[in-house]
Structures are given as structure tokens and as C-alpha cells.
């Protein structure tokens, strides 16, 4: 659907005139109900709505805003987003009609990506069961942008700023075609918008010298070109310079490659290059070269050897320890079986009872008698306990003695083992230092037969060199052209004759508005966004001009004097200016008609109808090309002028925007 919706508005676009002419024909809304609420505009006119306020005229700047792509609605809180379903737009499109609606955001947000999109050359708003989603808010705005002939542009800010380039688009055409009520006499800025977010000033200043025409609609092509074009040209001169780096210096360069070859033994060392032929046939025969057939790598066995040999250190280790504590076992029980054999010999020699018995013959008494007895029995229980400890001493030496020999045996093998695994680790490490030589002289001869052949594909392009040469005075003679035409086109002076035209435009009018500086010369200020007046060596800027009539007629000369020259210059913008109250100023919010309003003498009067007078004027002059809706509180009642291009007047109770049965049950 998306691309058929393209289809029929490139289709629309190539009917009659080049120019895309895009005015309002009808704002249009939906009751929830599905009840239609049709607001008619005339194109290539001045259309006005007059009526007192809170009647909604504010809100219809929001609605073509949100309609024309805007992300977020703006359009104010209360009845109007009570009880509006859906916003719809229909427009003229070249030869054709375009017709736009998005829904109302739902309750607590203001964001809805569903756009209903048609096209035709007779539309009639849809009743509100036939809208759907057709495409989402970018498609629009990529399809509004294609259909008002914007073509392929692209901002490049100047070196040294940090902000990414900018395409111009329908959006940033549209801040050049709205002024709500805050903006229309604002003394600090000049478009719609303009100080809201950050970026949107910067992006009207980079993007208005497109809709100017100061930047040729071919120019991005021809700088695309340019780019290209100097993109192959250093590949061509990139691919000369390693041709000539290849080839060298002929026969010298084959001569280094022979050399070469002889010394990694792809060449006999002792094989005599005679001639260059000799040489070129010596280079020829190694294409069928193909490197010799690498054993295995010995990297496994390597690491097999290291971890056995890891483990049988750990094993040593072990075994020292268990033969360390056998042997400190050992040779506490000898100790010890010395010490008790020499206790028993103590007590072995103590003949003390038969001395006792001999040098003692008188009669012992009954006590003396059973100490001794006593005394006895401790010695012979003390000799039998030694000869026991001396015997079990006796037969863990004699079980100690096997298990040593054993653990000694065991650790000698380990030690001869550890012995044979070294010796393989240092052959195997000279085994694989070999592979490793092997292996690199096999990549280095790879690497020179690798040379030779691409040195053997490129002594023959003499010819196809002949044809980069030539090539590369082609690319050389467009990159100049294109360089040329480029630098002749220079935008900022082209920029600056339009500024210029349009600053005399001002200049032209201002005495038709009474403005205060009338007499001054004019000058717009694209770097400021803003409008100055000059005099001799005074230069005032707009800000610093007293009062908003003179902040209104600032404004109203500007715009004015853009959307002429987007007319009369046929530039990509939409053919129409939305004025939201500009001469709030003059007048109170609760005068209504010209009744109500002081004596023909009355200078505010008197310059209410100057303006007005001023703004048929100039847009006579452009019809049918373009269109300007003014949304006013005033109603110049005797002024036939005024009276004939009034399409709504909110006056009496119950006129308003949005009918009151839609948010009313009397």
C-alpha cells in the first residue's frame, strides 16, 4: 500500500507544472461518533477566520502541524482533544489533492505513529469508518518531502562543528510557513518554533539557504560525482604506483627475485643466471613449487615427557621423605635397645641378694626379711619388663631392615627414570627447534615464490598499463572540471545576491506598513535568524526595536518577502503562510467589530487596514501560487476587502471550531 501511495504521488508531481504547488483546501474533523466538522479554504487567496476567543482559531495551526508530520500533538487540552476522534487535512499537490489524517493521541500522551494517507485529483474527505493506518509519521514526511520536489541536499556544516549534516525536508519547510499567535510579534525570534528546542534554529539556518535556491538542485550529485570520481582516481594512481613497484626496474627487479630464490635453496646456489632469459626461465620454473611435507610437530610428546617427569619428581620427593623417616626409626630403636641392654646388665649385676645373705648372717627380723623380699620381686619384675622391650626392639629392627631395602630400590629406579625422561625432553626440544627451522624456511620460501609469480603475472602489462594512463588523465580532466564548476558555483555568493534582494524587498515595504524605521535600509540576517535596520552607522536589530507593532511589522515583512521569493523562484516549499492573530496587538481580545472601535482617526484602526490592504496586495500579485490564512480578532465590518475572503466568523454563541454538541449533552 506504502508503495503505491508513492507511486501515485511522483505520478501527481509530473502533471503540468514542475512546480509543486501545496495549499489547504480543508481542515477537517471526526467526531467520535464519526460526525464531520469541515473547515473550507480558497488557494492562491487570503482566507480569514475572524471570531472571539477560545473559539478554537489558535488550535488550527496544531492540527496542520500534527497532520504534516509533527511527532507529538499539540493541539490544547480540553474540548477539542475531548472530542475529536481524528484530524484530517486536504491539500493541492501539484495537479493532484493529497489527503492527511492522524488520530488523536490517546488519553495521558501525545504521540500516534497511525497516519491515513490518499491521493487522487477530486478527494472528498472519508468518512471516519474508512480511515486506517496507511503509513506511519516518517513515511509521510519522506513522501510530503519527494512530492514538493526537494531534491537530494545535504548540509555539511563548516570544520571545526561537532553537529552531524543536515538534508532539508517538508518539516523544515514548514517552520518557514506558520506564526502562532507567541511567535507572530515576538521580539526575540522570527520563526516558527525557532527557539523551542536547540536544534531547530541551527537547523532553519542551514536549511534556508536550500529553499533559496543558493544551492543548485544538481550540486550534491556533482559533489557526490566529485567525490567519486577523486576516489577512483587515487585507486588508478594507487595501482600505477604498484606496477612500477612490481616491475621495478626490469631485469634488476627479476635479478633480486632470482637471488632471493638461491639463497632460502629454491635455485642452486651454483646454477649461473647468464642472461636476463636465463633468469626469467629460472624464475619460471619454481611455479610449480609446493613446499616439502613437515613431520609431525613433536609438541605432544613434548608435553607427555614433561608431565611423566613432573610426576616422577613429585614420587622422589615422596620417597626420600618415607625413607628419611624409616631410616630416623631405625636408629632410635638401636638407641634404645642399647640403653635397655645396659639397664639390664645393671640389674643383671647386682649379686646384691647373695651378698645381703653372705655379710649378713645375723637373724634378720620378721620386717627386714619382707622389704628385702619385697625389693627382690621389684628387680626381677624390672629385668623381665627390659628383656621384653629388648626382644620386641629386636624384631622391628629386623622387620625394618627389608622395607628400607625395598623404598632404596624404588627410589633408584625413580632416579634413573627421571635421568632417561631428561634426555628425551632435550632431544625432543632439538627435534622440534628443527621443525621449527624447517618450517620457517618453508614459509620463507612460500613467501619469494609468492613474488616471483606476481612479478612473472606483470611483465606483461605494458599494455594494460598504457590503458590505466590513460585512464587516469580522463579521471584527472573531470575531477578538474567538476572542481571548477563547483568553485564557480559558489554558494555563499549566490547565497548572499538573494539575501540581498530579499533585504531590498523589506526595504520596499516597510513604508507600506508605517513601520517605525520606514526610512532605514533593511537587511536579513541569516546568521541571526532576524531582520536589522541600518542608517547611516546606526544598526538595529529587531530585538532592539521599541514595541510590538513594530515586532509585528518585522515579522510580516520577512515572511512575506521569503514566501515571494519562494513563489516567483519556484523553490520546494509549500505555497501557503498561516498568520494566527497578528494584530492582537492593536486591539483588545473583547473588541469585535468596527463598532466597537474608535474614530476613522484612530491610528491603530488606520494601520490595521494598511496591513490588511498591504496583504492583499502582495498576495494578488503572486495568485494563484499562493495562499494566506489569517485567523483574526478583529472584523472589519465596512471593509468589503476584509468581508469577501472571511471563510468563518465565530461570533455568536455556539460558532466555534469544534461544534459544542460534540462535548455537550444540552
Given amino acids: 500500500m506504502v508503495?503505491?501511495?508513492?507511486?501515485?504521488?511522483?505520478?501527481?508531481?509530473?502533471?503540468?507544472?514542475?512546480?509543486?504547488?501545496?495549499?489547504?483546501?480543508?481542515?477537517?474533523?471526526?467526531?467520535?461518533?464519526?460526525?464531520?466538522?469541515?473547515?473550507?479554504?480558497?488557494?492562491?487567496?487570503?482566507?480569514i477566520i475572524t471570531g472571539d476567543s477560545n473559539r478554537g482559531k489558535t488550535a488550527l495551526i496544531e492540527i496542520i502541524d500534527y497532520c504534516l508530520g509533527r511527532e507529538h500533538c499539540t493541539v490544547p487540552e480540553g474540548p477539542i482533544r475531548e472530542s475529536v476522534s481524528w484530524y484530517g487535512l486536504l491539500m493541492t499537490l501539484g495537479a493532484g489533492q493529497i489527503f492527511v489524517a492522524r488520530p488523536s493521541p490517546p488519553a495521558g500522551s501525545d504521540l500516534n505513529e497511525r497516519i491515513h494517507l490518499e491521493l487522487g485529483t477530486n478527494l472528498k474527505p472519508p468518512p471516519l469508518r474508512n480511515l486506517r493506518q496507511t503509513t506511519n509519521r516518517d513515511g509521510l514526511v519522506a513522501d510530503l518531502t519527494r512530492s514538493l520536489g526537494i531534491s537530494p541536499n545535504k548540509h555539511v556544516p563548516p570544520v571545526g562543528h561537532v553537529r552531524p549534516p543536515l538534508e532539508a525536508n517538508m518539516r523544515h519547510a514548514l517552520f518557514l510557513c506558520l506564526q502562532k499567535q507567541t511567535e507572530i510579534a515576538n521580539q526575540d525570534f522570527m520563526f516558527h518554533r525557532e527557539t523551542e528546542q536547540s536544534w531547530i534554529g541551527q537547523s532553519i539556518k542551514d536549511t534556508l539557504p536550500y529553499f533559496l535556491g543558493a544551492v543548485a538542485e544538481d550540486r550534491l550529485s556533482r559533489t557526490a560525482e566529485l567525490s567519486s570520481r577523486r576516489r577512483e582516481l587515487r585507486d588508478v594512481q594507487r595501482r600505477m604506483l604498484e606496477e612500477e613497484d612490481i616491475r621495478g626496474t626490469g631485469a634488476s627487479r627479476a635479478r633480486v627475485l632470482a637471488a632471493e630464490a638461491q639463497a632460502v635453496g629454491l635455485i642452486a646456489e651454483n646454477l649461473v643466471l647468464e642472461s636476463d632469459e636465463h633468469v626469467i626461465d629460472a624464475l619460471r620454473s619454481l611455479r610449480d613449487w609446493s613446499p616439502n611435507a613437515l613431520p609431525s610437530t613433536p609438541g605432544d610428546e613434548l608435553n607427555r615427557l614433561l608431565v611423566e617427569r613432573t610426576e616422577r619428581v613429585r614420587s622422589l620427593y615422596a620417597l626420600e621423605h618415607e625413607i628419611e623417616a624409616a631410616e630416623s626409626l631405625y636408629v632410635e630403636s638401636e638407641q634404645l635397645t642399647s640403653e635397655l641392654d645396659e639397664q639390664r646388665r645393671r640389674l643383671q649385676s647386682i649379686g646384691l641378694f647373695r651378698a645381703l645373705e653372705r655379710n649378713n648372717p645375723m637373724e634378720e627380723s620378721g620386717s627386714t626379711r619382707a622389704a628385702?623380699?619385697?625389693?627382690?620381686?621389684?628387680?626381677?619384675?624390672?629385668?623381665?619388663?627390659?628383656?621384653?622391650?629388648?626382644?620386641?626392639?629386636?624384631?622391628?629392627?629386623?622387620?625394618?631392615?627389608?622395607?628400607?631395602?625395598?623404598?632404596?630400590?624404588?627410589?633408584?629406579?625413580?632416579?634413573?627414570?627421571?635421568?632417561?625422561?631428561?634426555?628425551?625432553?632435550?632431544?625432543?626440544?632439538?627435534?622440534?627447534?628443527?621443525?621449527?627451522?624447517?618450517?620457517?624456511?618453508?614459509?620463507?620460501?612460500?613467501?619469494?615464490?609468492?613474488?616471483?609469480?606476481?612479478?612473472?603475472?606483470?611483465?606483461?602489462?605494458?599494455?594494460?598499463?598504457?590503458?590505466?594512463?590513460?585512464?587516469?588523465?580522463?579521471?584527472?580532466?573531470?575531477?578538474?572540471?567538476?572542481?571548477?564548476?563547483?568553485?564557480?558555483?559558489?554558494?555563499?555568493?549566490?547565497?548572499?545576491?538573494?539575501?540581498?534582494?530579499?533585504?531590498?524587498?523589506?526595504?520596499?515595504?516597510?513604508?507600506?506598513?508605517?513601520?517605525?524605521?520606514?526610512?532605514?535600509?533593511?537587511?536579513?540576517?541569516?546568521?541571526?535568524?532576524?531582520?536589522?535596520?541600518?542608517?547611516?552607522?546606526?544598526?538595529?536589530?529587531m530585538k532592539r526595536m521599541g514595541g510590538g507593532k513594530n515586532w509585528l511589522g518585522c515579522h510580516l515583512l520577512a515572511h512575506l518577502a521569503l514566501h515571494e521569493w519562494f513563489t516567483k523562484n519556484k523553490r520546494p516549499?509549500?505555497?501557503?503562510?498561516?498568520?494566527?492573530?497578528?494584530?492582537?496587538?492593536?486591539?483588545?481580545?473583547?473588541?469585535?467589530?468596527?463598532?466597537?472601535?474608535?474614530?476613522?482617526?484612530?491610528?491603530?484602526?488606520?494601520?490595521?487596514?494598511?496591513i490588511f490592504e498591504w496583504l492583499f496586495e502582495v498576495v494578488n500579485s503572486l495568485a494563484p501560487h499562493f495562499q494566506l490564512i489569517v485567523t483574526e480578532h478583529v472584523d472589519l465590518r465596512d471593509d468589503k476587502a476584509f468581508q469577501d475572503v472571511v471563510v468563518a466568523s465565530w461570533w455568536d454563541d455556539g460558532e466555534a471550531l469544534v461544534p459544542r454538541s460534540w462535548y455537550s449533552a444540552d
Avoid at 503505491?4 to 471526526?30: F, H, K, N, P
Avoid at 492573530?581 to 490595521?608: A, H, N, W
Wanted: some cysteine; glycine content about 4%; charged content about 30%.
Fill in 573 to 610: 516549499t509549500p505555497r501557503f503562510l498561516f498568520l494566527d492573530q497578528p494584530t492582537i496587538g492593536f486591539y483588545g481580545r473583547d473588541r469585535r467589530t468596527e463598532r466597537d472601535m474608535k474614530s476613522l482617526k484612530d491610528p491603530d484602526r488606520l494601520q490595521v487596514r494598511r
Fill in 3 to 47: 508503495c503505491q501511495l508513492r507511486y501515485a504521488l511522483d505520478c501527481l508531481c509530473l502533471v503540468g507544472d514542475t512546480t509543486v504547488s501545496m495549499q489547504i483546501l480543508q481542515i477537517v474533523l471526526y467526531s467520535h461518533s464519526g460526525e464531520q466538522r469541515s473547515l473550507k479554504f480558497h488557494p492562491g487567496r487570503v482566507n
Fill in 372 to 541: 628385702v623380699d619385697q625389693a627382690r620381686q621389684w628387680i626381677q619384675e624390672s629385668l623381665a619388663d627390659v628383656d621384653s622391650q629388648i626382644a620386641h626392639l629386636t624384631s622391628e629392627g629386623t622387620r625394618l631392615d627389608p622395607y628400607l631395602q625395598e623404598r632404596r630400590a624404588v627410589r633408584a629406579d625413580t632416579i634413573a627414570r627421571i635421568q632417561v625422561l631428561s634426555e628425551a625432553i632435550d632431544a625432543t626440544v632439538r627435534q622440534q627447534r628443527d621443525y621449527q627451522d624447517q618450517r620457517t624456511l618453508e614459509t620463507r620460501r612460500a613467501h619469494v615464490v609468492g613474488r616471483v609469480s606476481l612479478f612473472l603475472e606483470t611483465v606483461k602489462l605494458t599494455s594494460r598499463d598504457g590503458g590505466l594512463a590513460q585512464r587516469d588523465n580522463d579521471l584527472q580532466r573531470r575531477v578538474a572540471e567538476l572542481q571548477q564548476e563547483l568553485d564557480e558555483e559558489d554558494a555563499e555568493v549566490v547565497l548572499q545576491a538573494i539575501l540581498n534582494q530579499i533585504s531590498n524587498r523589506i526595504t520596499e515595504w516597510a513604508p507600506r506598513l508605517d513601520h517605525e524605521y520606514k526610512n532605514s535600509d533593511w537587511v536579513f540576517d541569516l546568521s541571526h535568524l532576524t531582520v536589522a535596520a541600518s542608517s547611516g552607522n546606526r544598526y538595529v536589530p
